[in-house]
């Protein structure tokens, strides 16, 4: 079965950037559509960005449009999210997700089989 693994995450000064990686094992991520969340403390899951499968499809929520970009290197079986432009309200575990659907993503939770353990991200001063 698909094993997500994410890393990358760390403290960094608002404006700054950094960027996270969501690792495969046992399966090939050019096969599933991945999408990026993160939830913060007392808050709802939230979709962050996805890429699919099958397409060259990509989703960005309004909160992070451009200044997140979604990427995959197939060769190292990893998708990215490069994040810039880093604001306080960006804090929070992220988590990178897996679903077999062909032909597009979602940024719904609900819509995700696999999942990571999350990277922790804190913007501060």
């Known amino acids: 079965q698909l094993h997500l693994a994410e890393s990358g995450g760390g403290l960094v000064q608002p404006g700054g950037s950094l960027r996270l990686s969501c690792a495969g094992s046992?399966?090939?991520?050019?096969?599933?559509?991945i999408g990026w969340f993160r939830q913060a403390p007392g808050k709802e899951r939230e979709g962050v960005s996805c890429?699919?499968?099958?397409?060259?499809?990509?989703y960005y929520a309004d909160s992070v449009k451009g200044r997140f970009t979604i990427s995959r290197d197939n060769a190292k079986n990893t998708v990215y999210l490069q994040m810039n432009s880093l604001k306080p309200g960006d804090a929070a575990v992220y988590y990178c997700?897996?679903?077999?659907?062909?032909?597009?993503?979602?940024?719904?939770?609900?819509?995700?089989?696999?999942w990571g353990q999350g990277t922790q991200v804190t913007v501060s001063s």
């Open positions: 890429v699919a499968s099958g397409e060259k499809t990509t």
């Open positions: 997700a897996a679903t077999d659907y062909w032909g597009g993503c979602s940024l719904g939770p609900d819509e995700y089989d696999y």
């Open positions: 046992r399966s090939t991520l050019r096969d599933y559509a």
